[in-house]
């Protein structure tokens, strides 16, 4: 158990509102990643942070931004909610000095309707 | 092309033979390789990671990497219906680049 607690944990939300998922951990790791699972795409990097407030883009960023205000906790913003944004949110950690393995939570099922 | 590259499978063996997964990567550069499991509805768990040419061994699973072929397996040995998932294998470019890129999976099935 890497003590990742993602909420809330299934959404349904309507096109055009802003939705935030939450990502805390409790082990004081410097990596947070948030990425989207897709049928046929697999696991997409949407944004990832490397402290407090130093977050970084990944390859699916378009209409989602982040913060990190604490160690702990990494937000996950849809500014307007599409149908195409509805998927599966994994938040996940980077443990280790070298930050060599990554750790998943249990996962954030968001739908747009 | 895409960065990593896995047959989608459904692969089905029969338990107890060896289950075979394969990898490839497009990154020259890549330097650690992962595999994790996933089951239905649930989060990806990390199985094994490797950075060295050659064979890992940990349990009944084995990872091979072979760089020059830009090519990363999973072997599972003694297959168990338990064993039953998909399989997700990982590139991180370069030590220091904390990001893993992912393959799409291969869906594995265990023939009881």
């Known amino acids: 158990d890497a003590g990742i607690t993602q909420s809330p944990r299934h959404k349904v939300t309507e096109t055009g509102t802003p939705v935030t998922l939450r990502c805390h951990q409790t082990?004081?790791?410097?990596?947070m990643y948030w990425y989207r699972q897709d049928p046929g795409h697999g696991l997409r990097l949407i944004h990832y942070?490397?402290?407090?407030?130093?977050?970084d883009k990944g390859e699916v960023s378009d209409g989602y931004s982040v913060s990190r205000s604490k160690t702990e906790d990494f937000l996950l913003t849809l500014e307007s909610a599409t149908s195409s944004q509805t998927s599966v949110y994994f938040c996940a950690i980077s443990e280790g000095q070298t930050g060599n393995t990554i750790y998943f939570g249990e996962g954030s099922w968001l739908t747009v309707v | 092309q895409k960065e990593v590259e896995q047959n989608s499978g459904p692969l089905s063996v029969p338990e107890g033979a060896i289950a075979s997964l394969n990898c490839t990567y497009s990154d020259r550069g890549s330097q650690s390789f992962f595999w994790y499991r996933q089951y239905s509805g649930k989060s990806p768990e990390l199985i094994m990671f490797?950075?060295?040419?050659g064979d890992k061994e940990d349990g009944r699973f084995t990872a091979q990497l072979n760089k020059a072929s830009q090519y990363v397996s999973l072997l599972i040995r003694d297959s168990q219906p338990s064993d039953s998932a998909t399989y997700l294998c990982a590139v991180k470019a370069n030590f220091g680049n904390e990001k893993l890129t992912f393959g799409t999976g291969t869906r594995l099935t265990i023939i009881p």
């Open positions: 490797i950075y060295s040419n």
């Open positions: 082990e004081n790791h410097r990596y």
């Open positions: 942070s490397y402290g407090v407030k130093d977050t």
